[in-house]
């Protein structure tokens, strides 16, 4: 057999990948139980952002928070996952590369019922096949939840991730040199700082280093 040294190459590169908002959308959610809570009415047109600032235009701040903490913890597997992500990690995972997921994500909500935010996660993972041997068929070790975002950075280095995917720029900017950050920016609403972005989940597979 003939030694590929690109295919040896990539079995050693690691790419991370955020969860909230980059593997999982939840606009649709928050809009749906915002109507389901007579927050808005059927007639607003509102991703998850523009639900936020107009619940605090009208001063529900707190309501908007109890509403977050139903979405990423009860409700969790009524979110639908980004568009061409699943089949995008199977076949950057069949290409060699390794997958970890490194997410922000307290254990509970700052405020409302105590619902475990880490194990909702992964039941949303579970449902989604990343554990089935018939999907990704990863291990629990491929899955960190971080209580801040200065922790986040730290296990994306800790881990040697090559590549992070992430759609917040600061935490891109926070990572070293020597980690790739990818900005997801489905709704291309970021600045053009980031050379290395993508606007939908199928753009990774054309990107050079992926192939």
């Known amino acids: 057999m003939q030694f590929n040294h690109q295919d040896a190459a990539r079995e050693m590169s690691i790419i991370g990948l955020d969860f909230d908002n980059t593997l999982v959308t939840y606009d649709s959610l928050f809009k749906k139980l915002a109507i389901e809570k007579n927050l808005v009415d059927e007639s607003i047109i509102a991703g998850k952002t523009a ?106 280095i800790e881990t040697g991730c090559n590549y992070f995917i992430d759609d917040l720029p600061e935490i891109l900017t926070s990572l070293p040199n020597s980690i790739q950050g990818i900005l997801y920016d489905p709704l291309h609403s970021n600045s053009n700082k980031f050379e290395f972005r993508i606007n939908s989940w199928i753009e990774l597979l054309s990107m050079k280093e992926f192939n």
Request: hydrophobic residues 30%; without cysteine; charged residues 25%.
């Open 51 to 156: 639900l936020r600032n107009h619940l605090r235009s009208k001063g529900q701040d707190e309501q908007f928070t109890l509403l977050q903490g139903e979405v990423y913890g009860k409700r969790i597997e009524e979110a639908e996952p980004a568009e061409g992500m699943l089949e995008t990690l199977r076949t950057i995972q069949s290409r060699g590369f390794k997958l970890l997921l490194i997410s922000h994500k307290t254990k509970v909500p700052y405020a409302g019922p105590s619902y475990d935010l880490h194990n909702a996660a992964k039941s949303w993972l579970n449902k989604y096949g990343f554990f089935s041997k018939d999907g990704l068929s990863w291990s629990n070790d491929q899955v960190y939840f971080e209580d801040s975002k200065q922790n986040k950075v730290s296990r994306i």
